[in-house]
Antibody, heavy 123, light 108 residues
Framework: QVQLQQSGPGLVKPSQTLSLTCAIS??????????WNWVRQSPSRGLEWLGR?????????DYAVSVKSRITINADTSKNHFSLQLNSVTPEDAAVYYC?????????????WGKGTTVTVSS | DIQMTQSPSSLSASVGDRVTITCRAS??????LNWYQQKPGKAPKLLIY???SLQSGVPSRFSGSGSGTDFTLTISSLQAEDFATYYC??????????FGPGTKVDIK
């Protein structure tokens, strides 16, 4: 049974960096049939995909245009986890952040999600 | 990018009712459409993938249909545990991943 365990601070000061980690159990971050994603949710934006990392002989990343200049998603194979860094946060970045596995069989679908981390941006 | 809309944005229903939620894509996405259920304070849960395939462990009262631009999620007989918000998501043109705005199902 695949599980994702999120960790990281729930309070970030404006202009600082939001950092979250998602630990994977029951699967590998190097899986050739999955991508590892960050999604956030706020009342104003709904469910918003932020980006993903995945391994296909090399490591690849894709990011949402809305955060592309501020986001980094990395995978750590030794710890079997992936992480999110979002720089220069503002109150608009306050949201619940989820990590999720996007799995491919005949199509792509997000079948495993972390429990979510509520992030507040405040000094 | 593909845009997703859902209707209605909310609905009130009673236990035992048949409920239908519609999702529309701004361009054809074949059958690359997923449905999720989300309860307050919880992460989204996958219900249906590839428009009509039931995810393992999901009750058979949930079904999905459609292709191209128009899709439907149907709950054949609404149960108390089904009161939640439902989201569609297209998986045709990843990246980006695009979700619909959601349909909230509450108790009449």
């Amino acid at each position: 049974q695949v599980q994702l365990q999120q960790s990281g601070p729930g309070l970030v000061k404006p202009s600082q960096t939001l950092s979250l980690t998602c630990a994977i159990s029951g699967d590998s971050v190097s899986s050739l049939s999955a991508t590892w994603n960050w999604v956030r949710q706020s009342p104003s934006r709904g469910l918003e995909w932020l980006g993903r990392t995945y391994y296909r002989s090399n490591w690849y990343n894709d990011y949402a245009v809305s955060v592309k200049s501020r986001i980094t998603i990395n995978a750590d194979t030794s710890k079997n986890h992936f992480s999110l860094q979002l720089n220069s946060v503002t109150p608009e970045d306050a949201a619940v952040y989820y990590c999720a596995r996007d799995q491919y069989t005949s199509s792509w679908y997000m079948d495993v999600w972390g429990k979510g981390t509520t992030v507040t941006v405040s000094s | 990018d593909i845009q997703m809309t859902q209707s209605p944005s909310s609905l009130s229903a009673s236990v035992g009712d048949r409920v239908t939620i519609t999702c529309r894509a701004s361009q054809s996405i074949s059958n690359y459409l997923n449905w999720y259920q989300q309860k307050p304070g919880k992460a989204p849960k996958l219900l249906i993938y590839a428009a009509s395939s039931l995810q393992s462990g999901v009750p058979s009262r949930f079904s999905g249909s459609g292709s191209g631009t128009d899709f439907t999620l149907t709950i054949s007989s609404l149960q108390a545990e089904d009161f939640a918000t439902y989201y569609c998501q297209e998986s045709y043109s990843i990246p980006p991943v695009t979700f619909g705005p959601g349909t909230k199902v509450d108790i009449k």
